[in-house]
Structures are given as structure tokens and as C-alpha cells.
Nanobody
């Protein structure tokens, strides 16, 4: 089992910044990718950004140029730096870890962008 704990959500202003963190613990051996997904009210969960164990990244078109995913392998932590926030970024953000045997999810952290 893999446990994922997210932090850093909250209220951000349009044009502002927030940083999310996700720390993995437990059976973290052979995690090959981690990422962030989000789910807004009434919408399906969608990919925001992913990063592989080799450092390759992938972003949703809606966040390219504004969000940056990074990792600290020594701390088993993945970050999502969110800049130039927009109201449409409001959602619950979930951390995900992928292993060959399956995926794991964090409990989610609320991000609200409003003035």
C-alpha cells in the first residue's frame, strides 16, 4: 500500500500563486509516476500534470505555462507550483501515484480561486 498526503491548498486570488505538496509513504518502491488531478463540482476528474521517475513531465493544455510539477526524490514528495491562477482552476486537487500493480490516490485538497 501507498499512502499519499497532500497539503498546500486553500484560497488563492486570480493571478496569484499556490503550491501543493504530496508526500508518499509505505510501499513506495517501484512507483513509476506521480501526478496531480483535479475535480471541479459537477465535472469529471481530469489530469493536471504528471512526472515520471525519470523526470519526464506532462501537462494539461489548460495549465501549460502556468503550472509546474516537480519532485524531491529524497523526500518522496511531489510539488505542483500554480501561478497565474484563474477562477476555473477551482477544484479539489488529488495526488496520484502509479505502480505496475495499480494506482493510489490521496484524500484531496481544496483549491479555491476567488477575489
Amino acid at each position: 500500500q501507498v499512502q499519499l498526503v497532500e497539503s498546500g491548498g486553500g484560497l488563492g486570488q486570480p493571478g496569484g500563486s499556490l503550491r501543493l505538496s504530496c508526500t508518499a509513504s509505505g510501499s513506495i518502491f517501484s512507483i513509476y509516476a506521480m501526478g496531480w488531478y483535479r475535480q471541479a463540482p459537477g465535472k469529471q476528474r481530469e489530469l493536471v500534470a504528471t512526472i515520471t521517475s525519470g523526470g519526464s513531465t506532462n501537462y494539461a493544455d489548460s495549465v501549460k505555462g502556468r503550472f509546474t510539477i516537480s519532485r524531491n526524490s529524497a523526500k518522496n514528495t511531489v510539488y505542483l507550483q500554480m501561478n497565474s491562477l484563474k477562477p476555473e482552476d477551482t477544484a479539489v486537487y488529488y495526488c496520484n501515484a502509479q505502480k505496475t500493480v495499480g494506482g493510489y490516490w490521496g484524500q484531496g485538497t481544496q483549491v479555491t480561486v476567488s477575489s
